[in-house]
């Protein structure tokens, strides 16, 4: 257990759909970074907050949005789903200052049928 | 920003040999050069990391350079089980920024 939670482990849903990916952290973690990994292809960067704030953003669709919330925990929510949105979603945490690592949580596989 | 390049995209060795694997840098800035491994279904965890104030630092068979001055660093296994077999993402980030991921190498280790 890497400490970052991720839910739902699985999901099957139809196009058209919207879905909510959640993620909590690690204790003490401020900062979350959300990623889209497809089939056999690298770590796309989507977006990352920090203690509830939008911090950056890569090739983040327009139907993807994404928040933090008090808690610290994050949502990705993905919306007008197409079958091209299939894909393995991790999300990460990291401490801030120094340089850390990222811890990354185990995923979630969508997939769009 | 960053730009990390990492090479080779797949890697096959037998058991007992050794593996490396290499990635380029660009922004003079970056401070920290962690790798991660991820085997198949699960999320990528980091496996060992460096900072730019250290050439070379060792974890049993796993190891990691860094040229500073050529902007590379390079893993490197040795005596390589089946077990090593994963994608092994490089990465790098100046000091507070985000990560910036290499492409990834499959690595295959036969028996």
């Known amino acids: 257990d890497s400490g970052v939670t991720q839910t739902p482990k699985h999901l099957i849903t139809a196009t058209g759909q919207r879905v909510t990916l959640r993620c909590s952290p690690r204790s003490g973690d401020l900062s979350v970074y959300w990623y889209q990994q497809s089939l056999d292809q690298g770590l796309q960067f989507l977006i990352q907050?920090?203690?509830?704030?939008?911090?950056a953003k890569g090739n983040i669709l327009e139907r993807f949005s994404a928040q933090q919330f008090p808690d610290l925990h994050s949502e990705l929510n993905l919306s007008s789903l197409e079958l091209g949105d299939s894909a393995l979603y991790f999300c990460a945490s990291s401490g801030w200052g120094a340089n850390y690592g990222y811890t990354f949580g185990s995923g979630t596989r969508l997939t769009v049928v | 920003g960053e730009n990390v390049e990492q090479h080779p995209s797949t890697l096959s060795v037998q058991e007992g040999d050794s593996a490396v694997i290499k990635c380029t840098y660009s922004?003079?800035?970056?401070?920290?050069f962690p790798w991660y491994k991820q085997e198949l279904g699960k999320g990528p965890q980091l496996i060992i990391d460096?900072?730019?104030?250290?050439g070379e630092k060792k974890d049993q068979r796993i190891a990691v350079t860094l040229n500073k001055t050529a902007k590379h660093f390079s893993l490197h296994i040795t005596e390589t089980q089946p077990e090593d077999s994963a994608v092994y993402f490089c990465a790098a980030s100046p000091v507070g920024n985000m990560l910036t991921f290499g492409g990834g190498t499959r690595l295959m280790v036969k028996p």
């Open positions: 907050y920090y203690n509830g704030e939008e911090r």
């Open positions: 460096i900072r730019s104030n250290v």
């Open positions: 922004d003079s800035a970056s401070n920290y």
